[in-house]
């Protein structure tokens, strides 16, 4: 298991991204996450490396409802597809999804994480 999927996991254990999987997403592709070591989690992850992450990790396909999404609209038996086209369709950079991940960014400070947008140059 790798630093994102266990990463992943805590999330998913801790119930943190309920009402907040929109940020959740945000945070996988836009923030930079470490562990409280230090150790870099993630730079910044592209759709298809989070759609893969979700599928590994037997995300709720369900959780999709919590943006707008209808389940039975996206591909069904392709689960890789499917998380890919829920992403491209959720809106991951609008205003809310940052707000959500915003909130979650100080969410996960309490289990030992850390995620800040990356600084531009």
Do not use: C
């Amino acid at each position: 298991m790798d630093a994102v999927d266990q990463f992943l996991l805590t999330v998913k254990t801790k119930s943190l991204h309920f009402g907040r999987f929109l940020g959740l997403l945000n945070l996988l592709v836009a923030y930079r996450i470490a562990d409280e070591s230090g150790q870099i989690v993630s730079n910044g992850l592209t759709f298809k490396q989070v759609s893969e992450k979700l599928k590994k990790n037997r995300w709720n396909p369900d959780d999709v409802e919590t943006i707008g999404l209808k389940p039975s609209e996206l591909p069904q038996k392709d689960r890789l597809r499917f998380w890919y086209v829920a992403l491209v369709r959720a809106g991951v950079g609008g205003s809310k999804a940052i707000m959500e991940a915003d909130t979650l960014a100080k969410a996960i400070k309490k289990i030992g994480y850390e995620a800040k947008l990356p600084e531009k140059n």
